[in-house]
C-alpha cells in the first residue's frame, strides 16, 4: 500500500525575472509559458496523477489571488484538499509550518508532505511520481527529503546541494546547502559530480518537521500555529488572519531549517526540470524554429538566431537579431541579450522607484480604445439628469440650504445637515457653472453660501460640524475637515464672481491660523484642542483648497501653504516600502498602533495621485509625480474588487480587504488620478479611463433612477444602497467634468465676468 502523501503548493511568489510578462497581479504561475496551460495549472495536474492513489492537494497562495485561484484552478479538483490563503508573504518557512500543521490536523503526524513550487516545468507525469516515490521511505523513517538536479552547465542562477557521496540515481545523504555561485565556483561544483541544483522540493513526515521547527525555530512555529488556530474557513479555502500572520518572521526554510537540520537526504530526479525563471531558462525549454528561436504571439522574425521573441496584443517585427530577448506587452518591451536577461530583475527596481505602474498591474490586451466614448452618455447624464434633478429635488427651499440625502424617489430624507455637504453642492454647482452648464448656478450658489453664513458660523469665525435640517446648530464642533470644504466650495465661488466668497474665505483663513494651526507638526488640528487620533485625510482636503485658491488667484501664498501639507505626505503619510497612504496616527504622527496603522483607502490613493500631480504642475517639483504614480499602481493592484473592478473602501497595507464594500466616490476619484497621470510620461492610460468611467456607470448610475446613483455595492456587485447621499455629488460632478475636459468634449467654459475697462471683475485674494 502506497504511503499517505499529503501534496501542497507555493504560489506566493511575483516572479520578477520575467518582467513585463510576470508582476505582482498577474505572477508568473498564472501564465501559460509553454502553450499547455498555466504553470500551477499544470503543478495540479500533475500531482493528481499519481499512479498509486490519490493525493490531497493544498494551495498556499496570497489572498489577493482567492478569486483567480476559487474560478480557475479549483475546478481542476483537488482531491479533498482546498487553498490556504496567505493575507501577507511571509516567505517558504512559514509555508512550510503551514503545510506541516495542515496535515498533522487533517491527516495525522505520521502523514508524508509534499511541498512543490507552483511554477516549474517537469518533463513527465510519471518520472516525477517515481523521484518521489524513490524518497518515500527515507521520508517515513525521519528524514527530510529534497531532490537533485544533475547539472548540465555551470549555472550562477540556481542554489546547489552537496551529497556526500555521489550514487547516482540512489537516496544520498546531504553535507549542505550553498547559495548562487558565482561562475568560476559554479564550474567547480559541477566538476567535481557531488553538486546537484537544488529543486526546491521537500518531502517528509510531519511530525519530522514539527520538531525540527520546534527545535530550530520556536519562534515562527509559535507564530504560524497562533494564526492557523484563527483562521478562517468558508467554501472558498482556509483563509489565516492578518492580525497573526504579520508577526510571522519572514525567512526562507533554507536558512531556517535545512542548515541546520540532521538527517536530510537527496533523491536525485529522473524527470527534466527548470524553474523557468529566466527569458534564457525559457529559451532552453521552448520549441524552436529551425533558426533556434522561441516565437510566440504575433511575431515576424526575420534573419534571427537564438532569440526568444514573445509579443501580446500587438505586431513585434524582429531584424537581424542573435541571441536576445523581445518580450512585448500592451504597455511595455522588454530587451536584452539572453544571456543577460537575469537582470531584468535590476530594471523592475529602477521603475519601482520611478513609481511606474507597469511593475505593480498588467495592462489590459485590447488596448483599441476610442477616447471619449462614453462622452455623450456622461453630458447627458450630468447636463440632462443629474443637475437639473438636484438643482430642485436636492435644494431646501423652506430653510434653506440643501438636503443631505434623498430616497430612491428622490425625496429628501430630513437628515442633520453637514457642514462639509453643504460646502460640496455650492461647489459642484460652481464648477458646473465654470463647465458651461446654463441652469440657475448663480441663484444656488448664493442660496447655499447664505445659508451656512446665516446658520453655521461661531463666534470665533469658523463653522460648525452640523445644522439640523431647520437650520439650528447640532454639532458646534469646529472640524478642520469642514473647513477645508468651505474654502473650496468659497474659492469657486469667487470664480464665479459672487461678492461674498473672498471676505468669508479670508475670515476662515484667519480662524483656521488662529486656531487650527499645529505648529509643532506643521499640521492642521482635526479641531481646536484636539489631541487624539490625527488624520491625513482633512490634510488632503486642506491641500485640495489651497490649490483651488492658488488657481483661482495666482497668489503663491496658497501654494506655500500647500507645500507645508505636501511636507507632511513625504514624512509621515506615504509609506516607501508599500507605496501605501497611511490614515491614522497618534499625536505625533506615528502609524496608530494594530489594525488602525494598517488602514488604508484606494479612493484617497486615487485622491492624493490628482492632487500630487496638480500640486507639480503648480510648483515644478517633479519627483511627485513618480509618488503619485505609486499611489494609483498600489490602489489598482491592491485595492479593486476582481469581481466588479470597483475600489474596496479600504485594503491593508498589504493589500488584504478589510471593508470590502465599494462606494461610488472611489470610482470617481479613479477617473481624476487615470486622467491627471495620463499623457504626462508614463503609460497611456486613456482605456484605463474609460474603463472606469464605464465601471462607474456600469455598478453606480445605470441601476438607479433618473439623476441618481447607488452608492455602496457589495463585494458580489449587489447594491446595499438604502440612500442617495448629497455628498457624492461632488465627486460625481468633479469626475466626470474633467472626463469631457480630457477627452476634448467640455462645452464652453465660463469666463469670469469683465467690467467696461476690460479688466476681471475677480479680484486676487491674499492668505
Given at each position: 500500500?502506497?504511503?499517505?502523501?499529503?501534496?501542497?503548493?507555493?504560489?506566493?511568489?511575483?516572479?520578477?525575472?520575467?518582467?513585463?510578462?510576470?508582476?505582482?497581479?498577474?505572477?508568473?504561475?498564472?501564465?501559460?509559458?509553454?502553450?499547455?496551460?498555466?504553470?500551477?495549472?499544470?503543478?495540479?495536474?500533475?500531482?493528481?496523477?499519481?499512479?498509486?492513489?490519490?493525493?490531497?492537494?493544498?494551495?498556499?497562495?496570497?489572498?489577493?489571488?482567492?478569486?483567480?485561484?476559487?474560478?480557475?484552478?479549483?475546478?481542476?479538483?483537488?482531491?479533498?484538499?482546498?487553498?490556504?490563503?496567505?493575507?501577507?508573504?511571509?516567505?517558504?518557512?512559514?509555508?512550510?509550518?503551514?503545510?506541516?500543521?495542515?496535515?498533522?490536523?487533517?491527516?495525522?503526524?505520521?502523514?508524508?508532505?509534499?511541498?512543490?513550487?507552483?511554477?516549474?516545468?517537469?518533463?513527465?507525469?510519471?518520472?516525477?511520481w517515481q523521484t518521489v516515490e524513490a524518497g518515500s521511505a527515507a521520508a517515513s523513517s525521519g528524514n527530510i527529503v529534497v531532490f537533485g538536479i544533475k547539472p548540465t552547465h555551470p549555472e550562477t542562477g540556481y542554489g546547489y546541494t552537496e551529497v556526500a557521496t555521489a550514487k547516482g540515481d540512489a537516496v544520498a545523504a546531504v553535507s549542505r546547502f550553498v547559495e548562487k555561485p558565482d561562475a568560476e565556483t559554479a564550474r567547480q561544483y559541477v566538476s567535481s559530480g557531488r553538486f546537484y541544483w537544488n529543486a526546491g522540493i521537500f518531502l517528509f513526515r510531519a511530525e519530522t518537521m514539527r520538531q525540527a521547527f520546534l527545535e530550530f525555530q520556536p519562534d515562527i512555529w509559535e507564530t504560524v500555529e497562533r494564526a492557523y488556530r484563527a483562521a478562517r474557513t468558508d467554501v472558498g479555502g482556509i483563509y489565516l488572519p492578518q492580525?497573526?500572520?504579520?508577526?510571522?518572521?519572514?525567512?526562507?526554510?533554507?536558512?531556517?531549517?535545512?542548515?541546520?537540520?540532521?538527517?536530510?537526504?537527496?533523491?536525485?530526479?529522473?524527470?527534466?526540470?527548470?524553474?523557468?525563471?529566466?527569458?534564457?531558462?525559457?529559451?532552453?525549454?521552448?520549441?524552436?524554429?529551425?533558426?533556434?528561436?522561441?516565437?510566440?504571439?504575433?511575431?515576424?522574425?526575420?534573419?534571427?538566431?537564438?532569440?526568444?521573441?514573445?509579443?501580446?496584443?500587438?505586431?513585434?517585427?524582429?531584424?537581424?537579431?542573435?541571441?536576445?530577448?523581445?518580450?512585448?506587452?500592451?504597455?511595455?518591451?522588454?530587451?536584452?541579450?539572453?544571456?543577460?536577461?537575469?537582470?531584468?530583475?535590476?530594471?523592475?527596481?529602477?521603475?519601482?522607484?520611478?513609481?511606474?505602474?507597469?511593475?505593480?498591474?498588467?495592462?489590459?490586451?485590447?488596448?483599441?480604445?476610442?477616447?471619449?466614448?462614453?462622452?455623450?452618455?456622461?453630458?447627458?447624464?450630468?447636463?440632462?439628469?443629474?443637475?437639473?434633478?438636484?438643482?430642485?429635488?436636492?435644494?431646501?427651499?423652506?430653510?434653506?440650504?440643501?438636503?443631505?440625502?434623498?430616497?430612491?424617489?428622490?425625496?429628501?430624507?430630513?437628515?442633520?445637515?453637514?457642514?462639509?455637504?453643504?460646502?460640496?453642492?455650492?461647489?459642484?454647482?460652481?464648477?458646473?457653472?465654470?463647465?458651461?452648464?446654463?441652469?440657475?448656478?448663480?441663484?444656488?450658489?448664493?442660496?447655499?453660501?447664505?445659508?451656512?453664513?446665516?446658520?453655521?458660523?461661531?463666534?470665533?469665525?469658523?463653522?460648525?460640524?452640523?445644522?439640523?435640517?431647520?437650520?439650528?446648530?447640532?454639532?458646534?464642533?469646529?472640524?478642520?475637515?469642514?473647513?477645508?470644504?468651505?474654502?473650496?466650495?468659497?474659492?469657486?465661488?469667487?470664480?464665479?464672481?459672487?461678492?461674498?466668497?473672498?471676505?468669508?474665505?479670508?475670515?476662515?483663513?484667519?480662524?483656521?491660523?488662529?486656531?487650527?494651526?499645529?505648529?509643532?507638526?506643521?499640521?492642521?488640528?482635526?479641531?481646536?484642542?484636539?489631541?487624539?487620533?490625527?488624520?491625513?485625510?482633512?490634510?488632503?482636503?486642506?491641500?485640495?483648497?489651497?490649490?483651488?485658491?492658488?488657481?483661482?488667484?495666482?497668489?503663491?501664498?496658497?501654494?506655500?501653504?500647500?507645500?507645508?501639507?505636501?511636507?507632511?505626505?513625504?514624512?509621515?503619510?506615504?509609506?516607501?516600502?508599500?507605496?501605501?497612504?497611511?490614515?491614522?496616527?497618534?499625536?505625533?504622527?506615528?502609524?496608530?498602533?494594530?489594525?488602525?496603522?494598517?488602514?488604508?483607502?484606494?479612493?484617497?490613493?486615487?485622491?492624493?495621485?490628482?492632487?500630487?500631480?496638480?500640486?507639480?504642475?503648480?510648483?515644478?517639483?517633479?519627483?511627485?509625480?513618480?509618488?503619485?504614480?505609486?499611489?494609483?499602481?498600489?490602489?489598482?493592484?491592491?485595492?479593486?474588487?476582481?469581481?466588479?473592478?470597483?475600489?474596496?473602501?479600504?485594503?491593508?497595507?498589504?493589500?488584504?480587504?478589510?471593508?470590502?464594500?465599494?462606494?461610488?466616490?472611489?470610482?470617481?476619484?479613479?477617473?481624476?488620478?487615470?486622467?491627471?497621470?495620463?499623457?504626462?510620461?508614463?503609460?497611456?492610460?486613456?482605456?484605463?479611463?474609460?474603463?472606469?468611467?464605464?465601471?462607474?456607470?456600469?455598478?453606480?448610475?445605470?441601476?438607479?433612477?433618473?439623476?441618481?446613483?447607488?452608492?455602496?455595492?457589495?463585494?458580489?456587485?449587489?447594491?446595499?444602497?438604502?440612500?442617495?447621499?448629497?455628498?457624492?455629488?461632488?465627486?460625481?460632478?468633479?469626475?466626470?467634468?474633467?472626463?469631457?475636459?480630457?477627452?476634448?468634449?467640455?462645452?464652453?467654459?465660463?469666463?469670469?465676468?469683465?467690467?467696461?475697462?476690460?479688466?476681471s471683475t475677480v479680484r486676487r485674494a491674499y492668505a
Open positions: 500500500m502506497p504511503d499517505r502523501i499529503v501534496s501542497f503548493v507555493m504560489s506566493g511568489g511575483v516572479g520578477s525575472r520575467l518582467w513585463p510578462l510576470s508582476r505582482e497581479d498577474n505572477p508568473k504561475q498564472f501564465h501559460d509559458l509553454s502553450g499547455d496551460g498555466s504553470m500551477l495549472a499544470k503543478t495540479v495536474r500533475r500531482l493528481k496523477a499519481r499512479p498509486d492513489g490519490e493525493t490531497p492537494i493544498y494551495l498556499i497562495a496570497s489572498e489577493r489571488h482567492a478569486d483567480r485561484l476559487v474560478s480557475d484552478i479549483c475546478p481542476l479538483g483537488l482531491n479533498g484538499g482546498r487553498p490556504i490563503f496567505e493575507p501577507v508573504g511571509r516567505n517558504t518557512a512559514a509555508a512550510v509550518a503551514v503545510a506541516t500543521l495542515q496535515t498533522i490536523s487533517e491527516h495525522g503526524g505520521d502523514a508524508l508532505v509534499l511541498v512543490v513550487p507552483s511554477d516549474h516545468e517537469i518533463s513527465t507525469e510519471a518520472q516525477f492580525s497573526f500572520y504579520s508577526a510571522v518572521p519572514s525567512i526562507s526554510i533554507d536558512y531556517a531549517v535545512m542548515e541546520h537540520a540532521r538527517g536530510i537526504a537527496m533523491v536525485t530526479a529522473s524527470f527534466r526540470w527548470n524553474d523557468l525563471g529566466s527569458w534564457q531558462s525559457l529559451l532552453e525549454a521552448s520549441p524552436t524554429d529551425p533558426n533556434g528561436n522561441v516565437v510566440m504571439g504575433d511575431v515576424v522574425a526575420m534573419d534571427c538566431d537564438g532569440s526568444y521573441l514573445r509579443s501580446q496584443g500587438r505586431l513585434l517585427t524582429v531584424i537581424g537579431m542573435k541571441d536576445v530577448a523581445v518580450v512585448a506587452t500592451p504597455d511595455a518591451v522588454f530587451v536584452a541579450p539572453v544571456s543577460h536577461s537575469q537582470n531584468v530583475k535590476k530594471v523592475v527596481e529602477q521603475l519601482e522607484k520611478g513609481g511606474r505602474l507597469e511593475t505593480k498591474f498588467t495592462a489590459s490586451e485590447d488596448r483599441v480604445v476610442l477616447s471619449g466614448s462614453w462622452r455623450k452618455r456622461v453630458e447627458h447624464w450630468l447636463f440632462d439628469e443629474t443637475l437639473p434633478l438636484w438643482s430642485a429635488s436636492g435644494v431646501d427651499d423652506v430653510h434653506g440650504g440643501f438636503h443631505e440625502a434623498l430616497g430612491f424617489d428622490a425625496r429628501p430624507l430630513g437628515k442633520p445637515k453637514r457642514m462639509r455637504t453643504m460646502a460640496r453642492q455650492i461647489y459642484a454647482f460652481a464648477v458646473a457653472k465654470e463647465r458651461g452648464w446654463t441652469g440657475p448656478a448663480d441663484r444656488l450658489i448664493d442660496h447655499g453660501i447664505d445659508f451656512i453664513a446665516r446658520n453655521g458660523r461661531t463666534d470665533r469665525g469658523g463653522w460648525v460640524r452640523t445644522l439640523q435640517p431647520n437650520g439650528s446648530v447640532a454639532d458646534p464642533a469646529e472640524d478642520a475637515y469642514d473647513h477645508s470644504c468651505v474654502l473650496l466650495a468659497l474659492a469657486h465661488a469667487h470664480r464665479c464672481g459672487h461678492r461674498d466668497a473672498l471676505r468669508l474665505a479670508q475670515e476662515t483663513f484667519q480662524f483656521i491660523d488662529a486656531h487650527l494651526e499645529d505648529h509643532s507638526l506643521n499640521g492642521f488640528l482635526e479641531s481646536p484642542g484636539w489631541n487624539g487620533m490625527r488624520f491625513s485625510n482633512p490634510h488632503m482636503h486642506m491641500l485640495e483648497s489651497f490649490l483651488a485658491w492658488h488657481d483661482v488667484t495666482g497668489d503663491r501664498a496658497y501654494l506655500r501653504r500647500a507645500a507645508r501639507v505636501i511636507d507632511l505626505f513625504r514624512c509621515h503619510f506615504f509609506d516607501q516600502e508599500s507605496w501605501t497612504l497611511g490614515e491614522r496616527f497618534d499625536a505625533d504622527w506615528l502609524p496608530s498602533p494594530g489594525p488602525d496603522g494598517q488602514w488604508t483607502e484606494p479612493g484617497h490613493h486615487f485622491e492624493w495621485a490628482s492632487l500630487l500631480v496638480d500640486f507639480s504642475r503648480a510648483s515644478g517639483q517633479k519627483d511627485l509625480v513618480a509618488y503619485a504614480r505609486k499611489l494609483y499602481s498600489s490602489a489598482v493592484a491592491s485595492g479593486l474588487n476582481r469581481a466588479t473592478g470597483l475600489a474596496y473602501a479600504a485594503v491593508s497595507r498589504n493589500g488584504i480587504p478589510l471593508d470590502r464594500i465599494s462606494r461610488s466616490w472611489p470610482q470617481c476619484e479613479a477617473v481624476k488620478a487615470a486622467a491627471a497621470l495620463d499623457g504626462i510620461g508614463g503609460p497611456d492610460l486613456k482605456p484605463e479611463i474609460e474603463a472606469r468611467v464605464a465601471r462607474l456607470f456600469r455598478w453606480h448610475i445605470d441601476p438607479a433612477p433618473l439623476g441618481l446613483w447607488i452608492d455602496r455595492i457589495d463585494e458580489r456587485g449587489r447594491s446595499v444602497a438604502t440612500e442617495v447621499p448629497a455628498s457624492i455629488f461632488y465627486h460625481l460632478v468633479t469626475a466626470l467634468m474633467q472626463y469631457l475636459d480630457k477627452t476634448g468634449g467640455q462645452v464652453e467654459p465660463f469666463r469670469p465676468p469683465v467690467s467696461e475697462t476690460g479688466k
